[in-house]
């Protein structure tokens, strides 16, 4: 190999260690990582959490929670998608915040501070949590907060009920 090529071999690798370190993440470092789909309908029960009283939708949410961890959750246009609110369709209506729940074992082994939602549904967390040793059958859920309590789950990794 030459001289040229070896240097652009090893800037290559030196990006790439780079990119990895910014990103705090090493393969294998996620407990989760997915997408996020919206409660489509009552009745379905995750992490012992009941779910939304009304039909939501989301336009985009990603969620991550590491294993020492790290939670980042993106979401853009959480908001209801139900004609029987009238006016409030498309809106959070009274949900002013969310909190990110880690289910391990069918139920909520940690969760986060709430943190705003926009009056268009977005919402970014950045949070850490103290995820059990064992966390058999991780998945995240989104729960509101409604009237200052945390309630049931309006998105969620699992595709359950849907």
Do not use: H
């Not at 030459?2 to 990006?15: D, E, K, N, P, Q």
């Amino acid at each position: 190999m030459t001289g040229f090529a070896l240097g652009r071999v090893s800037m290559a690798s030196l990006v790439v260690l780079g990119l990895s370190w910014f990103n705090g993440a090493r393969a294998g470092d996620s407990l989760v990582e997915s997408k996020l789909s919206a409660c489509l309908s009552e009745k379905v029960v995750l992490g012992g959490v009941n779910s939304c009283g009304k039909v939501w939708k989301l336009g985009a949410g990603q969620a991550r929670v590491d294993k020492d961890g790290s939670v980042n959750v993106e979401l853009t246009g959480l908001v209801l998608n139900d004609t029987s609110v009238g006016e409030f369709n498309g809106t959070p209506d009274g949900v002013d915040a969310v909190a990110i729940a880690l289910v391990c074992d069918r139920k909520v082994a940690a969760q986060t501070e709430p943190v705003t939602l926009s009056q268009k549904g977005n919402a970014t967390v950045n949070a850490k949590l103290t995820v059990p040793k064992d966390c058999a059958s991780p998945m995240v859920l989104v729960r509101e907060r409604y009237e200052g309590k945390i309630g049931g789950w309006l998105a969620s990794t699992s595709t359950a009920g849907k």
